[in-house]
Each structure stands twice: as structure tokens, then as C-alpha cells.
């Protein structure tokens, strides 16, 4: 008997995106895993804390039956790695932050120097962190056009410092098998930093030539990687 497909296995791709985003920023993503036959969630996130973000993720994951592939972005790597749900059968980060137990978003983002290109973030008045206008050109998506650029500073929402300074516990990244999307042209996360991450969690490694935002700029990178999860696990 050969092995069902994702199709038949009624396979759920839940993708949670990071800082500064919504779940927008997967439309070019979702449409073509939706033709396919994939059920797909854009995983809402509040960025009040670490922990109300895993829970939020948590609560989405009880609304989805049968088997999960689950794809975060950025902060949300973390935040994937933070969830236990047993439906989830793999792990794709995409240009993401991966912490170990009893580490920070904070420690492994600034485990390398920063890109110069990128901005000096700081909380604002009200304690949340904003992401400058400017700098989605220059540091979080390079390659996107005018239009999606426009996009992104629009729909941005500010993440609070409870979010990346809260030590995690033991991430599933340990249990489960994952897949790493390395953006080597990463001004935000570095290239050496993700890599670093993804041998440390003995992860898949993808590394495509994308900015920090390849479910935008880069469509079928993100796709390829997630379409080889869903394959393995449906295969295993």
C-alpha cells in the first residue's frame, strides 16, 4: 500500500508569524498551499509576552484536527518551538530565532553583531518596541517591492520586551523533526547565527539566497520547505 499523500491525510499547515507582522505577510504562501490541498491558518500572535504567545498558538492548535505542520517566522520560531501539542508532526523556521532551554529570544538574536543596516530598537514611551518606517527597506525587507514595502509598515503591530526577554523551556524542536529556512542575505538575523541554530537543532537546512522576509519576497523558497516537511511526514 503506498503512502498517503499530504492531501489525504488532511495535512494542516499552521504558520505563525514574528515581530512587527500580522498574518498578511503569508498571503503568497497561503494561496498556493490552499490549491493544493492543504487546510492553512495564519496563527494570530498578541506580542504581549512570551508566554500569552505560546498559549495563543496553543488555543489555535486545539481548533485544528489530524496532523500539523507548523511554520514560524522570526520571533516565531520561539514561539513554535514553545507549543506541545501532539498533532504537530514537524517544524519549519523561516529566518527564525530557535533559543534553547533557559535561554531569550534576546541571547541567540544578539549572539552575533548586528547588521549595520539594521535599526536600534528600543521600547517607546508606552514599553512596547516599534519597528521605524524607514527600515523595512533597509534591513527587514530589502527585496520587496514599493507596494509590499507599503504593506508591511502599515499592518506592523509592536512586540513588548516580555516577549524576547523570558527564558524558555525545553522546545520541541527536540522532539520533532524540523526544517530551517537560512535567508543568507538576513540583515536582521544573521546568516551564521540561523545556521548556528539550525545545526544546533540538527534541523534540515535550507539556505536560499532571500532577505529576512522570504514568504514575501521569496514565495517558492518558503513553499519548497514546507512542501518537503509535509512530504516526510506524511511518508514516515
Known sequence: MSPRSPRDQKMHVVLV????????????VIAPLVAEGF??????????SYGDDVEALEQTLEHR??????AGHAYAGAVISGVRSDKV???????ALAPDEGETVADVFYRTEIDPRAPHLAPAD?????????????????NATKDELAVLAAVQRPISPACIMSPVGQPL???????F??????RMIAAANQSFMAARMQAVQCPFA???????????????????????????
Request: proline content about 8%.
Open 17 to 28: 508569524h514574528g515581530a512587527w507582522a500580522d498574518g498578511s505577510g503569508w498571503a503568497k
Open 65 to 70: 484536527a489530524g496532523p500539523v505542520i507548523l
Open 89 to 95: 508532526k514537524a517544524l519549519v523556521y523561516v529566518a
Open 173 to 179: 524542536w527536540k522532539e520533532r523533526p524540523s526544517w
Open 210 to 236: 532571500v532577505d529576512h522576509t522570504p514568504m514575501i519576497t521569496a514565495p517558492d523558497t518558503v513553499l519548497q520547505v514546507i512542501r518537503e516537511a509535509a512530504a516526510t511526514v506524511a511518508d514516515a
Open 181 to 186: 529556512l537560512i535567508a543568507e542575505d538576513d
Open 126 to 142: 508606552n514599553g512596547l518596541i516599534y519597528y521605524p518606517r524607514e527600515a523595512f527597506a533597509a534591513a527587514y525587507a530589502q
Open 39 to 48: 487546510s492553512v491558518t495564519a496563527a494570530p500572535l498578541p506580542l504581549t
